[in-house]
């Protein structure tokens, strides 16, 4: 059986910076097929082009060669509305409610709001923070502004959640918590996910598919599923499979070697 048509779909995808008339090549040939509703982790060297390929993904940027393509002969897809898009900080607005700032991109692309309010509760105890809804943000830890964060991302029920390192400025309790909580999150949405993370553990643990990228400018070095069974509770980054995983994304990022 032939596998169905991808979702996102990048052919040889190539960027190039330019700026008073120098040129900078950050991504050279990025290839890859992501189907509907996978989790897929993007991981890669500093520097080497991940959030240039979640830029391109959210049209916030324009390839300068290859092409993209995102949504199916099923789902027709505007990049306005159906991105839902997670930064390494939650970018929360202090002087607005927890509630209100799940809520501002409904706002902004004018939902009707009595419906947004009631999903805005709905995902603010998806995340486990019902009770919080009136708080703000200062009054939260980082890892719960880190959470608001995720459920403004679905808000406006976008079919592509982009995440660039979300976690990073987690200590690494709470990022194990974030990754429990984002495996649930995706599993009971169903929502398509490409998460840039620099750990190698979290690439394993969470994704469906893991994107290996070279050092910039950016190739694809390998692109291979992650056949760990669901649901995943934390003790499987103990086991031999798991591990061998990791090992795959260590030798590919040249970090396969003893000293
Ligand atoms: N607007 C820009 N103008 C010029 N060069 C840029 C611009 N944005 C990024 N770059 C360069 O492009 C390359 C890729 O940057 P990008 O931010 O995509 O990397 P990254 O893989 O996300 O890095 P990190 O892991 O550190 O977040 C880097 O060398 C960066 O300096
Ligand atoms: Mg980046």
Not at 78 to 97: C, E, H, N, S, Y
Not at 185 to 203: C, D
Request: charge should be neutral.
């Amino acid at each position: 059986m032939s596998s169905p048509e991808p979702f996102v779909s990048l052919r040889n995808v190539r960027k190039v910076y330019r700026s008073g008339g120098t040129e900078f090549l950050a991504v050279s040939d990025v290839t890859m097929d992501v189907q509907e509703g996978e989790l897929v982790s993007l991981v890669g060297p500093s520097g080497c082009g991940k959030t240039t390929v979640l830029k391109i993904l959210a049209g916030l940027h324009e390839a300068d060669g290859g092409s993209v393509r995102i949504g199916n002969s099923q789902t027709r897809f505007d990049p306005a509305r159906d991105i839902g898009m997670v930064f390494q900080q939650a970018l929360l607005l202090k002087w607005r409610t927890i509630l209100d700032n799940v809520l501002l991109p409904a706002e902004i692309i004018g939902l009707p709001m009595k419906a947004a309010r009631a999903r805005a509760r709905d995902l603010l105890k998806l995340v486990d923070l019902a009770g919080y809804e009136d708080k703000y943000p200062q009054q939260l830890s980082g890892g719960m502004q880190q959470r608001v964060a995720i459920a403004r991302a679905f808000i406006h029920d976008p079919k592509l959640i982009l995440m660039d390192e979300p976690f990073g400025a987690l200590d690494a309790l709470t990022r194990e918590q974030m990754n429990l909580e984002m495996l649930r999150i995706w599993r009971e949405s169903g929502k398509t996910i490409i998460f840039v993370t620099h750990s190698i553990q979290e690439a394993v643990f969470l994704a469906s598919h893991c994107a290996v990228l070279t050092a910039g400018p950016a190739r694809m070095a390998e692109y291979f599923p992650i056949e760990l069974p669901f649901p995943r509770a934390l003790p499987i980054k103990t086991t031999d499979e798991f591990g061998a995983y990791a090992r795959r994304i260590y030798v590919k990022l040249g970090l396969g070697a003893g000293t």
